[in-house]
């Protein structure tokens, strides 16, 4: 028993808890940390289980604020650790891009989703090429196809504005 009680006493500031943690792809910013996290249906964001805190579980501050120094953390190779300044310096940034691609995925996907919609804007804008070809004419330009404008509608959506 005095055995046990040594190698436990021995190994356990050494063993970390492993618990779950989820993180953005894109900068391994730790957003969730615990037991039985949720399922994470997001391209965005993974659910790593089973992870080693090396700094502790807190995520947020005292007053509930993520990416604060000391406080936000990083997952690195199946352990979560607390986030240098440098790392916290590129949340905020890495967090919009990420945002704008969740935006700009939803609005491809309502179009393609919504045949009412679609029918609605596609004949609106066949009424706007037939006007800008008109224009186009006037001054010896080519004309615009359905195809590119869809093509310049999808490379719109895909900005970051």
Known sequence: MKKLLFILIILLPF????????????SGEVTYIGDNA???????KILAQGVTLQDGSNVRDGNGNYRVFGYAKIYDNGTVRNATQQELDTFASLNQDDN??????????????????????????????????????????PERSLSQL?????NRISKDD
């Not at 935006?103 to 006007?131: S, W």
């Not at 869809?150 to 999808?154: Q, R």
């Open 15 to 26: 063993n970390a808890f492993a618990v779950d943690a989820i993180y953005r792809v894109s």
């Open 38 to 44: 949720p399922i994470v249906d997001d391209t965005y």
């Open 100 to 141: 704008n691609e969740i935006a700009a995925d939803k609005a491809k996907a309502h179009f393609q989703n919504n045949p009412n919609l679609r029918k609605i804007l596609i004949a609106f804008a066949a009424i706007l090429v037939d006007e800008i070809n008109i224009l186009r004419a006037e001054h010896s330009l």
């Open 150 to 154: 869809k093509t310049a509608i999808i």
